[in-house]
């Protein structure tokens, strides 16, 4: 049995800690063991403060010992740097970043707190969240614990290889395009987009095409956590249904049997690496044999006429963060900056009118020709890291190709506000992961997670380690 750690499921952890095995303390002080051990090669956490994480680590030890229940109280959880945490500093992963603490949690930070998780630290983020690799300027390139030579991915990058690496068994992430689901590929984990509207937000970000979760290792993790976001809040403009029962439960619950929708290449004719589209193809196959149907379709993941909007979304997103010297940010923030600037109120109307009307032609095919889509993650394997970060600045008016194969399967689901998760389902030859998207209809996790923890029983992934976790 392997001893408890950093490198266990959350879940496993606040059991441990419930049984009084080990102490929030102790934990926590495991995984700040890990950070100093592993960090130097992988610069997934970027920020740090001990002291504050040690007294709210005894705090959850004295609430432990008094009976009280959350149910990941003790745990420890990184925050990414995209997300204001009242008296922490937020930098965005930028030089131009306001100075100062923040004043303000955002909604998922509180929920956090609330679930009990005590927050140490801040994963790297590329600058403002919009590549799909953590690298920037301020504070370099985060590596993949998988395989060193390569990138976790973005833009929660460093949440997912501080995970992978064993430094904590869980870590705060959010999705605009991808941003969940691209690192837990690339990293081996399991990584949960929700719904539109399914975790409140202070403010709708790129209209609801943002949402908050975690990256983790287990497919229970992820439920039991989206139970702990997951609104509905009376204050907010728009809300996801709430759910019959709580996630947590359909982890045990068979979906029943499901009409699947393959789709293994990347349309509009973007080269899909080999890897990747086994990985989706191995998964329909492993469906099948549970009991499932499976068709190959094709749904326009990403078309010309979804892509101009969707930039005109993103570069508006822009204006979500504060406090910003413009003229300090990266070359290619600048562009998209100067972008945004020049983009009219009326344009902008018009793009989110374009995408609302898009979505709502191409969602109307769930529940009418499949019930769940099957497709690789990726188009592409993790690229070299510091690869993609130097080829945006030496071209920063330019879309790259790393970048749009990264985002050629996930940005739909942002788009249309369908819930997706990547699950590690798949690794190549030289032990690089691969994953495999799953996505449901409308405010469909239900069905989402038990399939996906009807996958993870029959093809198990949680003994898998990386090679740096395996080192320390």
């Known amino acids: 049995m392997a001893p408890l750690g950093p490198s266990c499921s959350a879940l496993e952890l606040a059991a441990a800690l419930r049984s009084g095995q080990l102490s929030s303390v102790e934990l926590l002080d495991a995984c700040l063991a890990a950070v100093d051990a592993l960090n130097p090669q992988i610069n997934a956490v970027i920020w740090r403060d001990d002291e504050q994480a040690r007294a709210a680590a005894q705090e ?61 630290g801040r994963t790297n983020t590329p600058e403002f969240g919009v590549i799909t690799v953590a690298e920037n300027s301020r504070y370099g390139i985060t590596r993949n614990p998988w395989d060193t030579e390569r990138s976790p991915g973005g833009s929660s990058g460093g949440a997912a290889a501080a995970v992978a690496a064993g430094m904590f068994p869980i870590a705060h992430a959010n999705d605009g395009g991808g941003s969940i689901r691209i690192p837990a590929s690339y990293c081996g984990l399991v990584g949960l987009k929700p ?43 728009y809300n996801a249904p709430a759910p019959p029962r709580p996630f947590a439960e359909e982890t045990s619950t068979p979906p029943g049997t499901l009409r699947i929708g393959l789709m293994a290449e990347a349309p509009l004719g973007i080269p ?176 989402l997670i038990s399939l996906a923890a009807q996958l993870e029983q029959a093809r198990p992934w949680v003994q898998r380690q990386a090679p740096v976790a395996q080192a320390a």
Request: contains cysteine; aromatic residues 6%.
């Open 60 to 120: 959850a030890d004295r609430r432990l010992a008094a009976g009280e229940h959350a149910p990941f109280l003790g745990v420890p959880l990184p925050i990414k740097d995209l997300t204001p945490v009242a008296g922490w500093p937020v930098t965005y992963g930028s030089n131009g970043a306001p100075s100062g603490p923040s004043e303000e949690s955002e909604l998922v930070v509180d929920a956090l707190v609330r679930a009990g998780f005590v927050l140490c």
């Open 272 to 447: 899909t690496d080999p890897a990747c589209s086994e990985a989706a193809r191995s998964t329909a196959a492993a469906l099948e044999e549970l009991g499932h149907s499976v068709e190959e379709v094709q749904v326009p993941t990403i078309s010309e006429e979804m892509v101009p909007p969707f930039i005109a979304l993103t570069q508006g997103g822009l204006a979500d963060y504060e406090g910003v010297d413009w003229s300090a940010v990266e070359p290619h923030i600048a562009h998209q900056r100067g972008l945004a600037s020049e983009t009219g109120a009326y344009e902008y109307v018009l793009a989110a009118r374009t995408l609302e009307l898009l979505s709502r032609r191409e969602v109307a095919r769930w529940g009418r020709d499949f019930d769940v889509l099957v497709t690789p993650v990726s188009a592409i394997l993790p690229p070299p890291a510091g690869s993609v970060l130097a080829a945006q600045h030496a071209a920063p008016d330019q879309p790259l190709f790393e970048v749009v194969a990264s985002v050629s399967f996930t940005a739909f689901g942002n788009v249309t506000g369908l819930p997706a998760v990547s699950l590690p389902l798949h690794w190549t030859d030289e032990g690089v992961p691969v994953g495999v998207q799953l996505v449901a209809g409308p405010w469909q996790e239900a069905r």
């Open 195 to 237: 719904s539109r509207g399914r975790v409140p937000r202070l403010a709708q970000s790129w209209l609801g095409a943002v949402v908050e979760g975690v990256v983790s290792r287990t497919v229970a993790d992820s439920a039991v956590a989206l139970d702990a976001i997951a609104g509905p809040d009376p204050l907010a403009w």
